[in-house]
């Protein structure tokens, strides 16, 4: 929560996680591993504790450190296949955001902390019921490779009493979630005020990037075409096809999403 506070204040100041990680020296010594393999193979310095004390570099620890947590959070849900891929599917959520906010001009840390949590719901549903939820998603990808009408939202009611969007609105008054990731943490709402609009209309389309690029957690659902989501956005339609060619262009988000699932395997 504290960090959830300082990503959403992030435009009034520099980011200060001092305290949060000084205190968690196992936690710190996490979150300068990952950050270690995110300079992997370039000309950085390797990241050490004057690092991560740069202001400079604090929204990129703030992303690591939420990342991790996250993760660490659904790490007994792991142990189903299907979940992970849930959870690779979160984490491409992110990046997608992040990379439909950077052009616009938009906290892009904010837009992948947005991603990365926008279904909270359906996290808490994975990590309380890992084995139920990941037959739940083989069922659910049945239906739609069979073509068949299938309620999601109705079986997850039955099965746990809340349906994940329900799950994510509980969970936002339970937990005090921060005004801007309620307004995102469920269904997307177009009545959405004014201040968040921006950000829901970006995590909207970070999430069906998500599923456009192969890292959807059903495989038989259909998805929109790469070009015509950011086509929504001029100023990433624009930043995104100085490549070659739309291809180029997709494939390169893609290596992005990789390149962060690869961050956070630890050897898994």
Same mark, same amino acid.
């Given at each position: 929560?504290?960090?959830? #506070?300082?990503?959403?204040?992030?435009?009034?100041?520099?980011?200060?996680?001092?305290?949060?990680?000084?205190?968690?020296?196992?936690?710190?010594?996490?979150?300068?591993? &990952?950050?270690?393999?995110? /300079?992997?193979?370039?000309? #950085?310095?390797?990241?050490?504790?004057?690092?991560?004390?740069?202001?400079?570099? #604090?929204?990129?620890?703030?992303?690591?450190?939420?990342?991790?947590?996250?993760?660490?959070?659904?790490?007994?849900?792991?142990?189903?296949?299907?979940?992970?891929?849930?959870?690779?599917?979160?984490?491409?959520?992110?990046?997608?955001?992040?990379?439909?906010?950077?052009?616009?001009?938009?906290?892009?840390?904010?837009?992948?902390?947005?991603?990365?949590?926008?279904?909270?719901?359906?996290? /808490?549903?994975?990590?309380?019921?890992?084995?139920?939820?990941?037959?739940?998603?083989?069922? !659910?990808?049945?239906?739609?490779?069979?073509?068949?009408?299938?309620?999601?939202?109705?079986?997850?009611?039955?099965?746990?009493?809340?349906?994940?969007?329900?799950?994510?609105? =509980?969970?936002?008054?339970?937990?005090?979630?921060?005004? =801007?990731?309620?307004?995102?943490?469920?269904?997307?709402?177009?009545? !959405?005020? #004014?201040?968040?609009? +921006?950000?829901?209309? !970006?995590?909207?389309?970070?999430?069906?990037?998500?599923? +456009?690029?192969?890292?959807?957690?059903?495989?038989?659902?259909?998805?929109?075409?790469?070009? &015509?989501?950011?086509?929504?956005?001029?100023?990433?339609?624009?930043?995104? @096809?100085?490549?070659?060619? =739309?291809?180029?262009?997709?494939?390169?988000?893609?290596? @992005? &999403?990789?390149?962060?699932?690869? =961050?956070?395997?630890?050897?898994?």
């Amino acid at each position: 929560m504290e960090l959830l #506070a300082q990503i959403g204040s992030a435009g009034a100041g520099p980011l200060d996680l001092s305290g949060l990680l000084n205190e968690k020296p196992e936690f710190l010594a996490e979150v300068l591993k &990952v950050a270690a393999e995110s /300079a992997r193979g370039s000309d #950085a310095p390797v990241p050490n504790l004057q690092w991560l004390s740069d202001p400079a570099n #604090a929204p990129r620890v703030a992303e690591i450190a939420l990342t991790l947590l996250i993760r660490n959070y659904l790490r007994r849900a792991f142990l189903e296949s299907d979940d992970y891929r849930y959870w690779s599917y979160s984490l491409a959520c992110a990046v997608c955001s992040e990379q439909v906010a950077l052009p616009r001009g938009e906290n892009t840390l904010l837009a992948y902390a947005a991603g990365l949590l926008h279904d909270i719901g359906r996290l /808490a549903l994975i990590a309380a019921y890992p084995t139920q939820y990941s037959n739940l998603l083989n069922l !659910t990808d049945r239906m739609f490779a069979a073509n068949e009408p299938f309620d999601m939202l109705e079986y997850e009611r039955l099965l746990f009493g809340l349906n994940h969007f329900d799950t994510g609105q =509980w969970v936002g008054q339970k937990w005090q979630l921060p005004a =801007w990731l309620r307004s995102i943490a469920g269904k997307f709402d177009d009545k !959405t005020s #004014a201040e968040y609009a +921006s950000l829901v209309s !970006t995590i909207r389309a970070g999430t069906r990037l998500a599923h +456009s690029l192969g890292f959807g957690y059903l495989t038989a659902a259909p998805h929109a075409n790469f070009r &015509v989501i950011l086509s929504a956005f001029p100023d990433a339609d624009k930043h995104w @096809k100085v490549l070659d060619s =739309w291809e180029y262009a997709e494939e390169n988000m893609r290596g @992005k &999403v990789r390149s962060r699932l690869s =961050w956070y395997s630890g050897g898994e």
